[in-house]
C-alpha cells in the first residue's frame, strides 16, 4: 500500500519561511508528477505548485517568486520551499502525486496526503 506523508507545517510570522516535505511510502517504483496544493478556510482547493519526474515546475502565479518546488527521486520525496509568506499563505496544505507505480505493477492515478497546517501570522 502506497500513502503520502506531508511534514514541515507550522506556525511563522509574515516574512517568514517554512519548508514542506512529503514522502511517498511503500514499494515505489517511481512517481510522475508530485505536487503541493492547500486550502485556506472557506476556499476551494487550489493549484500550489508541481513538478515532474524530470523536473519540469509549475506554479501559481501568487507564488512564484517566493515558493520553490524540488524532489528527491530517488526517495520519491518532494519539497516546498516557501519564503517571505504572508497571510494568505495561510491554508492546509496537501501534497499529491500523480501516475504513482509499484513494483508489483500497481498503478496510482492521484493520492493525496492528509495535509499538513500552514499559519503566517501578520
Known amino acids: 500500500q502506497v500513502s503520502l506523508v506531508e511534514s514541515g507545517g507550522g506556525l511563522v510570522q509574515a516574512g517568514g519561511s517554512l519548508r514542506l516535505s512529503c514522502a511517498a511510502s511503500?514499494?515505489?517504483?517511481?512517481?510522475?508528477?508530485m505536487g503541493w496544493y492547500r486550502q485556506a478556510p472557506g476556499k476551494q482547493r487550489e493549484l500550489v505548485a508541481t513538478?515532474?519526474?524530470?523536473?519540469?515546475?509549475n506554479y501559481a502565479d501568487s507564488v512564484k517568486g517566493r515558493f520553490t518546488i524540488s524532489r528527491d527521486n530517488a526517495k520519491n520525496t518532494v519539497y516546498l520551499q516557501m519564503n517571505n509568506l504572508n497571510s494568505d499563505d495561510t491554508a492546509v496544505y496537501y501534497c499529491r502525486a500523480d501516475g504513482t507505480r509499484t513494483y508489483g505493477g500497481t498503478i496510482y492515478d492521484q493520492l493525496w496526503g492528509r495535509g499538513t497546517q500552514v499559519t503566517v501570522s501578520r
Open positions: 511503500g514499494i515505489i517504483l517511481s512517481v510522475n508528477t
Open positions: 513538478i515532474t519526474m524530470s523536473d519540469t515546475t
